[in-house]
Every structure is written in structure tokens, then in C-alpha cells.
């Protein structure tokens, strides 16, 4: 399976952003997939996965939104009222299996793409 991430950009405190991760898989609904996220010097962190369910990290809970598009074999994270604190490279992930929080099970990674966000 390849992911391949994109959306990142340069935003301001309180403004909105969409990522998408795009991959190549044929089975895309028997996945999980999910986002992390890593800031400079810090460990790479779960943000939300997308499984039989939804589930997110707790400081993002409310502001951001994992979605598929089965159609387009996409991953979406829309990102709203974003703050400085979320500036990191954010990295899509996949697994086949029960979703979990845990960066090392996911087998699949797509290149990461930066998120800035400016005070």
C-alpha cells in the first residue's frame, strides 16, 4: 500500500486546512487508516484514525475531522480553528486489523507534509 500525503501549507492561528492521503491500495475499505503528527524534536503522535469507527486525539476533538472517500481511495483530515500548537508534519498511516493509537503497528506510511501554523 502506498500513501501519498499532501495539503500542508503556511496558515494562520484560527484558519482551516484539508489534507488528503491518496493511496494505491484495491481493498482501501478494509483498512485502517489514520494521521499523526510530529513537531520538531518531539515523538511522532496520533491525531485520529478512521476504522469501523472514528476516534481522536483529545486536543483536536471538535476541531478536526477524519473522512474517506472510498470512491477516490482518500483519507481526509480537515482541520479547523487550527493553532499554533498544531504545527507539525502530519503523516497518514494504514493497517489492516483493529485501529490503534500506536504509531510502530502501522505497517503503511506516506511522506508527511507540513503544517505551520503562525501566532
Known amino acids: 500500500v502506498q500513501l501519498q500525503a499532501s495539503g500542508g501549507g503556511l496558515v494562520q492561528a484560527g484558519d482551516s486546512l484539508t489534507l488528503s492521503c491518496v493511496t494505491s491500495?484495491?481493498?482501501?475499505?478494509?483498512?485502517?487508516f489514520a494521521w499523526f503528527r510530529q513537531a520538531p524534536g518531539k515523538e511522532r503522535l496520533f491525531v485520529a484514525w478512521?476504522?469501523?469507527?472514528?476516534h481522536y486525539e483529545e486536543s483536536v476533538k471538535g476541531r478536526f475531522t477524519i473522512s474517506r472517500d472510498n470512491a477516490k481511495n482518500t483519507v481526509y483530515l480537515q482541520m479547523n480553528s487550527l493553532k499554533p500548537e498544531d504545527t507539525a508534519v502530519y503523516y497518514c498511516?494504514?493497517?489492516?486489523?483493529?485501529?490503534?493509537?500506536?504509531?510502530?503497528?502501522?505497517?503503511?506510511w506516506g511522506q508527511g507534509t507540513l503544517v505551520t501554523v503562525s501566532s
Open positions: 491500495t484495491y481493498s482501501f475499505s478494509a483498512y485502517t
Open positions: 498511516a494504514a493497517k489492516s486489523g483493529l485501529a490503534v493509537a500506536t504509531p510502530r503497528l502501522y505497517k503503511y
Open positions: 478512521s476504522s469501523s469507527d472514528t
